[in-house]
């Protein structure tokens, strides 16, 4: 029986910003954001199979075979035929229907961790792929440093951002966000952002972020858990990808946990510090 694998990190993200710069034909959205990783974590746990399985144990939510997890191993397993079977336990810390990528980086650990453990030997731009057709978010993850995300999240450009602190606040009801980029008032044309720009903007107004999310106001017009979320941080606070999560920068993680001390009972705050690369990266 091959070693397993145990605690594996699997990070959360905050969007810096998230224009909508144009639509598809397919009816897909293109959009262009800055991810970063932050110390948030869920952490799950791969132990090998004597059968040709996929398990799943830990946090599920819904029916498991959507799971996103057990949908990975499966799609990894039908694209290289390997005939290993292994159990995915999953603990989670990140909050789901937050907006910070949660279940996209739980795929993208399950797909680098099963990338080593059956022996596959894929490479990063493979995996890659694989993520894309599990969801927007989870090459970004497998690409495992701060980006300029562009297309539906499948362009990825590494990207230097200033080592950080953030306050979030996470309302205890998320807000539906399905219906959120068929929504009429949603902005769909924001000019877009070059590359060498952006880098200038971020290092000159560091703190200041660039940008705006431009699905935070249609968001807002739904849910008041939102806008209450976004009063009590205040000044510079704004939602990360399509919510519920909003966030503003500190100056270290002692400051946004004071910021967060006197948070009222129908939400959860969360302190974190980023981090620059993913702590899978050398896995791939």
Same mark, same amino acid.
């Given at each position: 029986?091959?070693?397993?694998?145990?605690?594996?990190? @699997?990070?959360?993200?905050?969007?810096?910003?998230?224009?909508?710069?144009?639509?598809?034909?397919?009816?897909? =959205?293109?959009?262009?954001?800055?991810?970063?990783?932050?110390? $948030?974590?869920?952490?799950?746990?791969?132990? %090998?199979?004597?059968?040709?399985?996929?398990?799943?144990?830990? @946090?599920?939510?819904?029916?498991?075979?959507?799971?996103?997890?057990?949908?990975?191993?499966?799609?990894?397993?039908?694209?290289?035929?390997?005939?290993?079977?292994?159990?995915?336990?999953?603990?989670?810390?990140?909050?789901?229907?937050?907006?910070?990528?949660?279940?996209?980086?739980?795929?993208?650990?399950? $797909?680098?961790?099963?990338?080593?453990?059956?022996?596959?030997?894929?490479?990063?731009?493979?995996?890659?792929?694989?993520?894309?057709?599990?969801?927007?978010?989870? %090459?970004?993850?497998?690409?495992?440093?701060?980006?300029?995300?562009?297309?539906?999240?499948? +362009?990825?450009? @590494?990207?230097?951002? %200033?080592?950080?602190?953030?306050?979030?606040?996470?309302?205890?009801?998320?807000?539906?966000?399905?219906?959120?980029?068929?929504?009429?008032?949603?902005?769909?044309?924001?000019?877009?952002?070059?590359? =060498?720009?952006?880098?200038?903007?971020?290092?000159?107004?560091?703190? +200041?972020?660039?940008?705006?999310?431009?699905?935070?106001?249609?968001?807002?017009?739904?849910? %008041?858990?939102?806008?209450?979320?976004?009063?009590?941080?205040?000044?510079?606070?704004?939602?990360?990808?399509?919510?519920?999560?909003?966030?503003?920068?500190?100056?270290?993680?002692? +400051?946004?946990?004071?910021?967060?001390?006197?948070?009222?009972?129908?939400?959860?705050?969360?302190?974190?510090?980023?981090?620059?690369?993913?702590?899978?990266?050398?896995?791939?």
């Amino acid at each position: 029986m091959q070693t397993a694998f145990h605690n594996l990190p @699997a990070p959360a993200k905050l969007n810096l910003f998230l224009h909508v710069v144009g639509r598809r034909t397919d009816g897909y =959205h293109l959009l262009e954001s800055v991810f970063i990783l932050i110390d $948030l974590m869920d952490s799950l746990d791969f132990d %090998p199979l004597k059968e040709d399985a996929v398990e799943r144990t830990g @946090a599920v939510i819904g029916d498991p075979d959507k799971d996103l997890c057990v949908r990975a191993a499966k799609l990894l397993k039908e694209r290289t035929g390997c005939p290993k079977g292994v159990r995915i336990n999953l603990t989670k810390r990140i909050p789901s229907g937050a907006g910070l990528g949660g279940g996209s980086s739980d795929a993208a650990t399950t $797909l680098i961790a099963l990338n080593r453990l059956w022996d596959l030997s894929l490479s990063r731009e493979q995996l890659i792929s694989l993520g894309a057709e599990l969801g927007a978010d989870v %090459p970004f993850f497998i690409f495992g440093q701060s980006a300029f995300v562009t297309g539906i999240g499948e +362009h990825l450009t @590494a990207l230097p951002v %200033p080592r950080s602190s953030w306050a979030i606040v996470m309302p205890d009801t998320p807000t539906g966000t399905a219906g959120i980029f068929a929504d009429p008032n949603l902005t769909r044309d924001t000019k877009s952002l070059k590359m =060498h720009n952006l880098s200038e903007l971020i290092q000159s107004n560091w703190p +200041h972020l660039p940008g705006h999310n431009d699905l935070q106001a249609v968001v807002e017009g739904k849910s %008041p858990e939102v806008r209450r979320a976004l009063a009590f941080l205040g000044a510079g606070a704004r939602m990360t990808g399509s919510g519920s999560a909003v966030f503003k920068h500190a100056p270290d993680k002692e +400051h946004a946990a004071a910021m967060l001390s006197s948070l009222y009972k129908e939400a959860s705050g969360y302190a974190v510090d980023t981090i620059p690369v993913h702590p899978l990266f050398e896995w791939v």
